[in-house]
């Protein structure tokens, strides 16, 4: 079992930043792949960004690529997500997951959550 914590979420003008944080309860999280997804009032959640469990392959939404920056620090059981350039479409909550596939954009494929964390982008 895996627990998921994120943080980092807030309130920020369009055009600032944020660095979301995601920590997780189990060691075993090293060897799983780690994504972010949003959800938006009124809309399905979709898959924003993933990394795999050695960092070296990191995968994005076209949404958010370069803007944003998935990076892991095993160590800590941490996944960060840098946001730049924030747009006010980029208002969700922001979740955490974790996953045993190599890759995966679906939440389906994903086994463990976090509460999510709320990105507000004022215009």
């Known amino acids: 079992q895996v627990q998921l914590v994120e943080s980092g979420g807030g309130l920020v003008q369009a055009g600032g930043s944020l660095r979301l944080s995601c920590e997780a309860s189990a060691r075993a999280f090293g060897s799983y792949l780690a994504g972010w997804f949003r959800q938006a009032p009124g809309k399905e959640r979709e898959f924003v960004a993933a990394i795999d469990w050695s960092g070296a392959r990191l995968y994005y939404a076209d949404s958010v690529k370069g803007r944003s920056t998935i990076s892991r620090d095993n160590a800590k059981n941490t996944v960060y997500l840098q946001m730049n350039t924030l747009k006010p479409e980029d208002t969700a909550v922001y979740y955490c997951?974790?996953?045993?596939?190599?890759?995966?954009?679906?939440?389906?494929?994903?086994?463990?959550w976090g509460q999510g964390t709320q990105v507000t982008v004022s215009s």
């Open positions: 997951a974790a996953s045993l596939q190599y890759t995966a954009k679906n939440p389906a494929e994903y086994h463990y």
